[in-house]
């Protein structure tokens, strides 16, 4: 939601009110800020990534209204109505079961992409709570992974689809 316009610096910046992990934040920045730099320097949530910049990595995945998007190529404009998600924000615990699973598999090498990773599990699983390979394939299709852990990764999205099953019963 666009509230005011304003001048920083010589800079014309507007007010936003963005919904980010339950909470709404007030941010003052230029209409074309990418929504990933928002979220790093104006709300201090590193947990998400700039890994390319332009959509093609997918380690600054987060939800956006529950559905897995980068961050990267979206505007703070772009995303003032919508219920933001990060990794900081998918669970306050730290136990989500795409979280626990990763821990269980030990899945993290170097960590960077592991976020964006556990992000795009999670909005997978949320949707389908029992997805064959062909769909966990297609929504990790576009996570890059540098150290090679996708057989990890995708184990671990099966050992939490199997998490989701047991506490539903």
Not at 42 to 60: D, I, P, R, S
Not at 127 to 148: F, S, Y
Request: proline share 4%; hydrophobic share 35%.
């Amino acid at each position: 939601m666009f509230s005011a316009l304003s001048n920083r610096g010589g800079i014309a910046v507007a007010r936003y009110l963005l919904r980010v992990n339950g909470e709404r934040h007030e941010v003052d920045v230029e209409d074309d800020t990418p929504l990933l730099w928002v979220l790093r320097d104006e709300l201090g949530l590193t947990g998400v990534k700039y890994g390319c910049g332009v959509g093609l990595c997918g380690a600054c995945t987060s939800h956006v209204d529950g559905q897995a998007a980068r961050p990267c190529v979206r505007t703070a404009a772009d995303s003032a109505k919508a219920r933001i998600t990060t990794i900081e924000g998918l669970s306050r615990d730290g136990n989500h079961p795409v979280q626990r699973a990763w821990r269980e598999l030990d899945v993290a090498q170097c960590g960077y992409c592991q976020p964006g990773q556990v992000m795009a599990a999670a909005a997978l699983l949320a949707r389908d709570p029992d997805p064959d390979d062909a769909a966990i394939e297609e929504a990790l299709r576009d996570n890059v992974c540098r150290c090679g852990s996708y057989p990890r990764i995708r184990a671990a999205v099966r050992r939490a689809s199997r998490i989701i099953r047991e506490e539903e019963r």
